[in-house]
């Protein structure tokens, strides 16, 4: 059983910032690919950033040189610095990660339950 939990959300005027972490827990071999996905009301869940567990990343056009995404390896945590946000930025962001349980089984992927991040104009 793997858990992720996102911490970090909350209401935030235009133009703040917030720092979203998620940490996953349970019977974990390895963690790979880590990201964030968002879902604002009435719109499919989209891709904001991911990062390889070598550090490589990539962005949603709409967040790039605005969102930084991070990890901690030892930690099995990633983290989305969110700088300059705006009202459209408002939606539930979700923690996804890839994860092997087991040395013998391939990676299957976890989703955290969401955190909910409003800006306000």
């Known amino acids: 059983q793997v858990q992720l939990v996102e911490s970090g959300g909350g209401l935030v005027q235009a133009g703040g910032s917030l720092r979203l972490s998620c940490t996953a827990s349970g019977t974990i071999f390895s963690v790979g690919d880590m990201g964030w996905y968002r879902q604002a009301p009435g719109k499919q869940r989209e891709l904001v950033a991911s990062?390889?567990?070598?550090?490589?990343?990539n962005y949603a056009n709409s967040v790039k040189g605005r969102f930084t995404i991070s990890r901690d390896n030892a930690k099995n945590t990633v983290y989305l610095q969110k700088n300059s946000l705006e009202p459209e930025d408002t939606a539930v962001y979700y923690c996804h990660a890839a994860v092997r349980t087991d040395a013998r089984l391939s990676f299957s992927g976890y989703w955290g339950r969401g955190t909910q991040v409003t800006v306000s104009s």
């Open positions: 990062i390889t567990t070598e550090g490589r990343t």
